[in-house]
């Protein structure tokens, strides 16, 4: 199934899908104690979710396409830092595109981006405001 397929079947569902990721971070918690989402954390997935699912067809592949590497280089070397850090690079992913500006900003840049970069945080500042 393609990544556009896949949005287009989603779209509007994500009610659903957290349901099913809510059984799916059960059974992975295996029952341990404070496994369940906070309310607001469950807002939270379901706007993260939200946010991924309105990504262009390309944004959505690079997301996917750093999953897996990410998987496969726990699974060979036990590391847990590999998925910590996918989870937090996943999150800032979507705090950064549920901001309109940054959204409009990442559409109309060139494919290669020229010049001199600037810190992440000081270009979210600068598009909050």
Known sequence: MTIENF????????????????????KLAGGRAGATLTEANDANAARAAD???????PAQERVIRSLYPAVYL??????????????????AT???HSIPGYTA?????????????R??????SELRR
Not at 75 to 88: H, I, K, N, W, Y
Not at 119 to 124: C, Q, R
């Open 7 to 26: 949005a287009r079947r989603a779209s509007g569902k994500t009610e659903g899908l957290l349901s099913s990721s809510k059984i799916w971070l059960a």
């Open 51 to 57: 946010v991924m699912m309105s990504l262009t067809a």
């Open 74 to 91: 726990f699974r060979q070397t036990g590391d847990t830092q590999v998925l910590v850090s996918f989870a937090e690079d996943a999150v």
């Open 94 to 96: 979507a705090e950064a």
């Open 105 to 117: 900003a990442t559409r109309a840049a060139p494919e290669r981006p020229t010049g001199t970069g």
């Open 119 to 124: 810190p992440l945080e000081e270009v979210l």
